[in-house]
């Protein structure tokens, strides 16, 4: 998709400081979280965020 905004930066690593254990390498089972522990009202923004928590930690599980 391209660069991402910080926002979305911001938000996803502030959550993965906090939660990180309720985070996967799963994109719908990170989607269905933010749903339940974070109050993101636009549903394009929760998908954003979970994409990004999905590549950072699979990224992390290559490297």
């Known amino acids: 998709m391209g660069i991402k905004p910080s926002y ?3 938000l996803g690593n502030a959550l993965l400081i906090k939660q990180r254990e309720n985070f996967t390498n799963n994109f719908d089972e ?3 979280q933010l749903g ?7 549903k394009r923004v929760r998908n954003r ?3 990004y928590i999905t ?3 699979n990224s992390k599980k290559r490297s």
């Open 8 to 10: 979305i930066k911001n």
């Open 30 to 32: 990170n989607k269905r």
């Open 36 to 42: 339940s522990s974070a109050i993101i009202e636009s």
């Open 49 to 51: 965020v979970a994409g």
């Open 55 to 57: 590549r950072k930690i």
